[in-house]
């Protein structure tokens, strides 16, 4: 009993219990779904090869959940060091992604089939998507760090204009690329939807990243205090500038990804309000959006919980355009579960019963 | 006399713990109506926990509040419950809303009001002028309130909770950022509040303030009450004695005659350094293994011109030589890579990182100096912060604890360990002492003294003369933004008060 109660203790005490839990409940809705409509419970987990491909709810979760979680490791080191929003991401994913069609297949070309076609090699197009989103993200830096605006002001102006600039791009014209060598970085690798494959990679180097530099130190530093941060050596301008530069190269990648899901320069729909869902899986992370400390690993869980709503959401039968509102539902009980109030209930009642168990244990 | 006055408040057994610590043990407290209250403690004694406590920032675990003539049982959840059962506080660290006027500070939340009801600006304008002026503030109300230097702004929040209509006034270190001037104002005014029967708990590190304005002494050490004294009853050294629980060496010298000897060799040359509006230009010289104070009223130039050295505040004429080599020193980083660190005297605001450890604190300048791409190994980062947490006595549960759960003493010597972790040749300790117990003083400044044995050169800025005379081979005056004379020689706190104030220079 005593040694359960401990356990418990330690399980709710951790920082990523929360994150968890969220992932948890929406599990757990599904396999009661299941179960009520008689199919088989574990529906949810399963995992088939079809084609030579994996398919499962699961797998669609991590698939389509990609771009967002890439989104959100730069945006929990934007919020981190800036304590602000970069509300740009979404637009730059579709600037990025047009340019690089743009560039496959020459400007004004609406259509390639043929490999002999493209106007350069592939990786070049891709890179210099990837580039334009980074330089974008140190345009955002610039204006943040050095010229002191606030975050979201600043992101506002390519939020308006990445997509605009899209356009001018593609000649206000959707550009396809038909070749499977694109489609692939939004296709299947092996037997792995890319996306995923991608998502782990970012993830993976962030995280070789953090644990092999002080780069989480000095971001999270300057987030909490700048001018303490300073007078200790640190360069706020810069930590904070190389933020919205990796904010900004992430959402190129995520660009990439997004066009070469649907083979095509889509620039009013690529990363669609996905800037909201960035910065939602940031704060279901259980990171604080006032900039701080941050929890990589509650961010990427938060961005996969937000998908994970979703895709619950069309298994159980809701009409696409309601779905927004039972998601709503969802995201508003989990952040009252996480809500600093309903954080200090649960203390005050740990204590009270301390307390109880204390004054038994004396009598 | 004073016993005869009525309770106001009794606190009865308090109890309140905090992760690791046991932070007040069933603790007592009585204060009466119309006098003066000093609660004396060394740091993580326990007294602003116990003023937690009783302003309602603290939910503590177990005890009782009485309060009023009835002595009814209260609890505050807040400092506005706590507002509006007639207790107000004013902290150790301004709690004011530094963008908005000093009118605005004085009446927020309980702004007067038009017959429309909005607020009545006019009138919140009109009122502020007339409490300013009947507490002897010379302040435009209508400046925005970043304007003021942290002492008039301190001044400010002391009127705010004076007119509050309060039985209770709780002042949390009010005097550490006022020079003696502003002190003996405050203390003006709280003899006369004392008179209209307000009871006011003073909680302060300044031993002769204590002597000076109070009626009764409450000591607490390590969460327990020492005991409830007559001011008669309690000569210093019986006080010193209580706080510590152990014999004090508070008026032994900490020098002795080799530490006056300094070498020849010039670490630091600063010829024509300024800052506009600041610090009007300076020369500089600081030898090896020398102490140098810099004295004068605040806002006289000190911390401007420790700061103009350091590059915090970058200079904008002038130039300067370190070893011998001109350098140029464009931001702090510039002046670390020469072996310089600067503790500055505002804590929390440039001094702690308060959401990170106690050890990412001190491996901070390390790693700043290491670059970021050359993460200083767990182990070895482990090593250094255990080595500082046992050389400096620093108080902590473990080394991963938040920076910002320590008290004030405890945080100071945080930063100060990481200065000493970049192992500098050069230090400048602006106010290492604000804010902190006696024995923690004493311990400081001894640090001092045996850096200048190690050939290490420090700049050592206080307040009080007595302790810059105890630590300094030499003292740089300062007078309205401006190096006015140096000291070296007869260092006497007369000596010292009269370039200080004007006059003859020397």
Redesign the interface.
């Known amino acids: 009993m005593k040694n359960g109660m401990a356990w418990l203790k330690k399980i709710t005490g951790m920082r990523l219990f929360l994150p968890l839990f969220s992932v948890f409940l929406v599990l757990i809705i599904n396999v009661v779904y299941d179960a009520v409509q008689g199919n088989y419970a574990l529906e949810f987990f399963r995992l088939e090869l079809k084609e030579g491909a994996l398919y499962g709810r699961i797998i669609d979760i991590l698939n389509r959940g990609s771009e967002a979680a890439i989104l959100a490791i730069g945006m929990t080191l934007v919020v981190s060091s800036s304590a602000g929003t970069d509300i740009s991401v979404g637009s730059v994913m579709s600037l990025a992604g047009s340019l690089c069609c743009m560039l496959l297949a020459g400007f004004g070309v609406t259509h390639v089939r043929e490999i002999g076609d493209l106007q350069m090699p592939i990786f070049v197009g891709v890179l210099a998507g990837i580039a334009v989103a980074s330089l974008c993200g140190l345009f955002n830096g610039f204006l943040v760090a050095k010229m002191k605006i606030q975050p979201m002001v600043a992101t506002l102006i390519f939020f308006t204009a990445g997509r605009a600039i899209g356009l001018l791009l593609t000649n206000n014209k959707m550009v396809y690329i038909h070749l499977d060598e694109f489609k692939v970085f939004g296709g299947k690798l092996w037997i792995f939807p890319t996306p995923t494959v991608i998502a782990a990679a970012c993830i993976l180097i962030m995280v070789l990243i953090l644990k092999?530099?002080?780069?989480g130190?000095?971001v999270?530093?300057v987030g909490?205090?700048p001018?303490?941060?300073?007078?200790?050596?640190?360069?706020s301008t810069a930590i904070i500038l190389l933020c919205y530069v990796i904010c900004g190269l992430f959402s190129g990648v995520a660009g990439i990804v997004a066009t070469s899901r649907i083979y095509s320069a889509d620039s009013n729909n690529i990363g669609l309000n996905l800037e909201l869902d960035a910065i939602l899986a940031v704060a279901l992370g259980g990171n604080s959006l006032g900039g701080?400390?941050f929890n990589l690993a509650g961010s990427i869980i938060g961005a996969y919980t937000i998908q994970a709503i979703t895709t619950t959401m069309y298994a159980l039968g809701v009409a696409k355009a309601q779905a927004p509102v039972y998601k709503a539902i969802i995201v508003i009980l989990i952040v009252v579960v996480q809500s600093p109030v309903v954080k200090a209930f649960f203390a005050?009642r740990r204590?009270q019963k301390l307390?109880a168990y204390a004054v038994a244990g004396r009598s | 006399m004073v016993m005869d006055k009525e309770v106001v408040l009794s606190m009865r057994g308090i109890c309140m713990t905090f992760p690791g610590v046991k932070a007040l043990n069933n603790v007592d407290f009585t204060l009466r109506e119309g006098e003066i209250h000093a609660l004396m403690g060394e740091n993580g004694a326990g007294k602003s926990t116990l003023i937690k406590c009783l302003t309602g920032v603290n939910d503590f675990e177990k005890g009782e509040i009485f309060f009023g003539k009835d002595q009814h049982p209260i609890r505050n959840h807040s400092t506005l419950d706590a507002q509006k059962n007639g207790i107000s506080t004013v902290y150790q660290e301004v709690n004011l809303c530094p963008n908005l006027s000093v009118a605005e500070n004085l009446f927020i939340g309980r702004e007067p009001l038009t017959r429309f009801g909005t607020i009545n600006r006019k009138g919140m304008i009109s009122r502020a002028r007339e409490l300013m002026k009947k507490l002897d503030i010379q302040v435009d109300v209508t400046q925005t309130l970043e304007n003021y230097s942290i002492a008039m702004q301190q001044m400010i929040a002391i009127a705010r909770a004076v007119d509050m209509d309060c039985k209770v006034l709780i002042l949390d270190e009010p005097t550490s950022s006022l020079d003696d001037k502003e002190v003996e104002k405050l203390f003006t005014l709280m003899r006369s509040l004392r008179d209209e029967g307000i009871g006011i708990i003073f909680v302060t590190h300044f031993l002769e303030q204590v002597y000076a304005v109070c009626d009764r002494i409450t000591v607490l050490r390590n969460g327990q009450l020492v005991g409830e004294y007559e001011i008669a009853d309690l000569p210093r050294l019986r006080l010193v004695a209580a706080m510590m629980g152990k014999d004090f060496d508070d008026l032994q010298s900490i020098k002795s005659k080799e530490d006056e000897q300094v070498s020849d060799e010039k670490l630091i040359e600063a010829r024509g350094l300024s800052h506009a509006r600041k610090i009007k230009p300076f020369d500089l010289d600081i030898h090896r293994g020398e102490v140098v104070g810099l004295t004068g009223l605040l806002g006289s130039g000190r911390s401007e011109l420790a700061r103009c050295i350091y590059g915090a505040d970058r200079a904008q004429t002038g130039h300067m030589k370190v070893k011998g080599k001109e350098v140029r020193i464009n931001a702090p980083i510039d002046a670390m890579r020469l072996g310089m660190g600067l503790l500055p005297d505002d804590r929390k605001a440039e001094g702690i990182v308060e959401d990170l450890s106690v050890r990412e604190n001190i491996m901070l300048g390390m790693q700043s100096l290491a670059g970021v791409v050359k993460r200083i190994p767990m182990e070895k980062q482990m090593e250094i912060t255990k080595h500082y947490i046992d050389l400096l006595e620093i108080k902590t549960p473990s080394t991963e604890t938040l920076v910002k759960q320590l008290s004030g003493g405890n945080q100071q010597k945080v930063i100060i360990a990481r200065w000493l972790a970049t192992d500098p040749d050069f230090l400048i300790l602006d106010e290492p002492t604000r804010g902190i117990d006696v024995g923690t003083k004493t311990e400081i400044q001894k640090l001092v003294v045996q850096l200048a044995r190690q050939g290490k050169s420090v700049i050592f800025i206080s307040s009080e003369i007595e302790e810059m005379l105890r630590t300094c081979n030499r003292l740089a005056v300062l007078r309205d933004g401006e190096k006015v004379g140096e000291l070296t020689e007869n260092l006497t706190q007369e000596s010292v008060m009269k370039v200080i104030a004007g006059g003859e220079r020397s």
């Open positions: 092999t530099t002080s780069l130190m000095y999270q530093s909490i205090n001018r303490a941060s300073r007078i200790a050596g640190i360069n701080g400390r005050r204590a307390q």
